[in-house]
């Protein structure tokens, strides 16, 4: 009985042991976790700044352009040189169609606010609340808004650590996170029904034509892709001089890359100061680059979209259907492929991080 007896309380005794020791590997768990997450926090609750000031850019292209008796939008530059080419062959035709440019809704003190900025504004202030709300209340055990955030930061913070590298990721993860989010969002917010078909308009024979639509695709407007390139050429010119300082970042355009001697050396010297003038060209032409590229996608999947509307008047709820499902995937392809490009636009011209972040112990 008696050696039951010990046996039973030998039992609890390691049963309780194996709890406690549990218990405080638990607890170290949650010490540790608590303090992964507190970067976490800064980071998505920082992802509202760079959205303020692609508005702000945003405003400010759309303004220099804009302003004066004689002055116009960028956006309507391409466009009304299309419409001299053209009006000698068809007249006093009527334009058809989803307009290339921004229409100007409202004036506000003088300033014209378009309905592409109103849709941008939506945008951005509703990525701003999601965030704030989601980061709120931090939880050990992220669950809804807080775990969908997380998810997608960590993901695109994984992607991009294994292309820049762990330094120079923790300095420019906050622009690529942010652009990407954005481009996206905007992207699918302008596939929304009644963007682009609420606003005033007048009846014709055919219906009722919408003349300026309320909303409009943000990402179709050249303003905004351009304000976005902008800012990233800016950003370009910030990170470059910071990790490479005057000297190396003039050294990455102009000097020659590789060990050589002798008359190899000198020619070099001159082959290699000759492309730097190409390169900074070719620098110089990314935000043009950018800025149409991201339009040029967007407007024409928009352009799209009215055409299978208007092709068959009678089905004109059906046949878009599944080009709504394409332009779902185009708007994450079109957000990658600009957060791919200004990463690898980084990437070239910060070759110090690039090698420094291979050696660093991880």
């Known amino acids: 009985m008696y050696t039951r007896t010990s046996f039973f309380s030998s039992l609890l005794l390691t049963i309780e042991g194996f709890q406690m020791n549990a218990d405080s590997q638990l607890h170290v768990a949650a010490r540790h976790l608590s303090r992964a997450r507190e970067p976490m926090r800064i980071n998505l609750q920082t992802l509202w700044v760079p959205l303020l000031l692609i508005m702000y850019i945003g405003l400010g292209a759309e303004l220099m352009f804009a302003v004066g008796a004689g002055a116009e939008p960028l956006s309507l530059i391409v466009p009304q040189a299309a419409e001299h080419v053209g009006s000698a062959a068809i007249g006093n035709e009527e334009e058809q169609g989803l307009s290339q440019k ?3 809704i409202v004036r506000v003190f003088g300033f014209p606010i378009t309905n592409s900025m109103v849709a941008t504004w939506i945008v951005a202030l509703g990525l701003i609340v999601f965030v704030q709300t989601a980061t709120r209340k931090m939880k050990q055990v992220p669950d809804g808004a807080q775990n969908f955030l997380e998810w997608l930061v960590e993901s695109l913070y994984n992607f991009l650590e294994g292309l820049l ?5 923790d300095r420019t993860f906050w622009f690529f996170a942010t652009v990407f989010i954005f481009i996206l969002s905007a992207s699918w917010v302008g596939l929304i029904p009644g963007v682009g078909t609420i606003g005033r308009g007048h009846a014709t024979d055919h219906g ?5 639509p309320l909303f409009r695709g943000a ?7 351009l304000a976005m390139a902008l800012v990233f050429f800016g950003c370009w010119i910030f990170w470059a001089l910071r990790e490479n300082g005057p000297g190396g970042f003039l050294k990455e355009l102009f000097a020659p890359k590789g060990e050589s001697s002798g008359l190899l050396k000198v020619v070099l010297v001159v082959v290699f100061f000759a492309s730097g003038f190409l390169e900074i060209i070719s620098i110089l032409f990314r935000p043009v680059s950018l800025s149409f590229r991201l339009y040029g996608n967007m407007f024409a999947g928009e352009k799209m979209l009215e055409t299978m509307a208007n092709l068959v008047p009678s089905f004109s709820w059906l046949l878009p259907i599944p080009f709504y499902f394409m332009e779902l995937l185009v708007g994450v392809v079109q957000a990658l492929v600009f957060m791919l490009l200004t990463a690898v636009f980084t990437l070239l011209i910060c070759p110090s991080a690039e090698e420094g972040s291979t050696t660093a112990p991880r």
């Open 102 to 104: 921004a229409v100007e």
């Open 165 to 169: 590298g762990r330094h120079l990721v």
């Open 208 to 212: 009722f034509k919408i003349d300026q």
């Open 219 to 225: 990402n179709a407007d050249v303003n905004q892709t």
